[in-house]
């Protein structure tokens, strides 16, 4: 087998061991805490693991874009979540064909929202749609759960359509928060006789409270398949979990402190998530990805013993964050015990629309 | 002919009229300035636009991976320089099948690299190479004008090499700490009788200095084609001169003064490159891109008259940087006069190897 070192650079490793633990550990949790895993696509990208969390007991997938949506469909996928608000002629044209074939469900936070799905669906196979939520990340979703009650009340309204729940996103940290105004919409909901059969939440960042998501029936992390520097640096993973790393070379070493790779952020992305530096370098945990260019990292190595790695040398770094990363390669590379198992394309990348 | 706001979105528009009025001002500039102009192609990534600058009396391209020089060379474009420290056995394969067939230079800035690059081209068609040379930039290159003479001695001395000059990617604001770098090595090779026949610089931040480039025979632009909001930042173009937009439709109106877009970082990048918010909105002058996720914009329309665009209304926004946009669409919509000529395959997307 090929060993990972004979690769070109960059290049996206995938280890199928941390992977598999994974996915194993957040299900057997999902498990003990009462909640459906619906586990999000976008990190991903491969129908291969998305089967794989579905053997393991997760109900579905999610996904972000009608366009990975698609794609899933294409690889024999029948049950998704689309948590995007779907606005225009071309979108729902396109919705209404995945609907004709697989389970898919959407989201709306809008009046303007339900009435194109409405228009499109009316006559047809009927739509299941969510009300999503704002439960503190302060991007999509309605503001307040009795607005959430008002907008069901739409969709159970409108021709074509179904209620069938509430979706959030919670912002990292604030998963309390979120599962109290769930709490106080079903409530409310309960209060006017309607069903909810589904509350779903999600985020990897706090994967490790589920169990206390209260109300929420369904949990949807993405990243928790790879793990990256950023779950760590929330306490949802450690290094020893993270299983997708850029495998870099050393280009060019110009002074004894400062190292260059041929990753730069069309293979890391210049997601900072927070953070101060670009990624985290396992061999050489005192060297800092201190810049990034399109082609180009700047390692800082002056706190490395014997000087850090040197010109010709390959390197694997965890990314801030590796769902982008997937987005920016044609492919990547499963290993196991740094061998080389399989190249695979990354079927959903760059479904942007 | 298709009104571009029948198309789906996210979706990267390309000005026509703008791109050939950049490219026509830079070559003239250039010209003007006793330069060659080598663009850079990474900001394109399409054949087309470097044939129509070579057309317009630019010697030649740019690139900065060999994936990116495989593609132009497929597509017909013969004299190239490779601005990359090419290391280790699979690159420098490439590298000699590439030098078989067109004009091709690449960059040194090392004795590793050029002991990799004389083994595999001694007894061949000899390869140019050019001193890389750290101006101002902190990167790759040589650190002192002695350095770049040494560093020439051992190309010129090495078997299949032949030493063609100097080259430097200067930073941004730094065009005259470059120039006065660059006239000290060009006395001490005169000194030491040494021929150096190109001395190439870049940028485009400081395009509009490029007549200040003093010794410099060359200039590498690449941004310029289409600008961006960091370059009118920079003050090298305006937003009229702006030809890259990514359209994006607004898909939820959370509150009166939050905006969401179906455009996140995975059509607008996390490039900050120095600026507060993630990209100019021309026809809403006064909404700012507060936030990026992957796949949702989060727009500040607090300050925009009548409340801004509403669900439903697509935009164009001019993004910080447009050459990693250009890496994250599978193709582009050509433009002119608001509609859409041709869309097109980006023939180097991807290419990080």
Redesign the interface.
């Known amino acids: 087998m090929t060993d990972i070192l004979d690769l070109?650079?960059?290049?996206v490793l995938i280890d199928l061991d941390r992977v598999e633990a994974n996915l194993k550990r957040v299900q057997d949790f999902a498990d003990q805490s009462g909640l459906k895993l619906r586990p999000h696509i976008?990190t991903h990208k491969l129908p291969r693991f998305a089967q794989q969390a579905i053997d393991l007991g997760a109900v579905g997938i999610t996904v972000?874009?009608l366009g990975e949506a698609e794609v899933f469909a294409d690889a024999g996928i029948t049950d998704m979540l689309l948590t995007?608000?779907?606005?225009?002629a071309?979108?729902l044209a396109r919705l209404k064909a995945l609907n004709d074939r697989v389970t898919i469900r959407v989201v709306a936070?809008?009046t303007?929202?339900v009435a194109?799905l409405s228009t499109t669906f009316a006559g047809g196979k009927p739509l299941g749609v969510l009300v999503?939520c704002?439960t503190g990340m302060?991007?999509?979703?309605?503001?307040s759960p009795t607005a959430a009650l008002e907008l069901a009340r739409e969709i159970i309204a409108a021709p074509g359509l179904e209620f069938h729940g509430l979706m959030t996103y919670p912002a990292a940290g604030k998963y309390q928060q979120a599962a109290a105004w769930l709490a106080e919409a079903k409530a409310l909901f309960d209060a006017a006789g309607i069903a909810v059969p589904i509350i779903t939440t999600g985020g990897t960042p706090d994967i490790w409270h589920a169990d206390e998501a209260g109300v929420a029936t369904e949990y949807r992390p993405g990243t928790y398949i790879y793990m990256d520097r950023s779950q760590v640096a929330a306490g949802a993973a450690s290094y020893d979990d993270c299983a997708l790393t850029v495998l870099a070379?050393?280009?060019?070493?110009?002074?004894p402190g400062?190292a260059?790779i041929?990753?730069g952020?069309?293979?890391l992305?210049?997601?900072?998530l927070g953070l101060v530096g670009h990624g985290y370098i396992p061999a050489y945990p005192d060297a800092k990805v201190v810049?990034l260019?399109?082609?180009?990292g700047?390692l800082d190595v002056s706190a490395c013993v014997n000087g850090g790695p040197k010109?010709?040398e390959q390197i694997a770094i965890i990314p801030n964050h590796c769902?982008?990363v997937t987005?920016?390669?044609?492919a990547v590379h499963l290993v196991r015990d740094g061998k080389l198992i399989e190249t695979v394309p990354v079927a959903a990348r760059?479904r942007?629309?």
């Open positions: 070109d650079t960059p290049s976008k972000q874009k995007f608000n779907i606005i225009g071309i979108k936070d809008s303007e929202c194109g999503e704002d302060g991007r999509c979703g309605v503001q070379t050393v280009v060019s070493h110009p002074t400062r260059i041929d990753a952020s069309k293979a992305t210049s997601d900072l810049g260019s399109e082609e180009h700047t010109i010709g769902c982008p987005n920016l390669f044609d760059g942007v629309a």
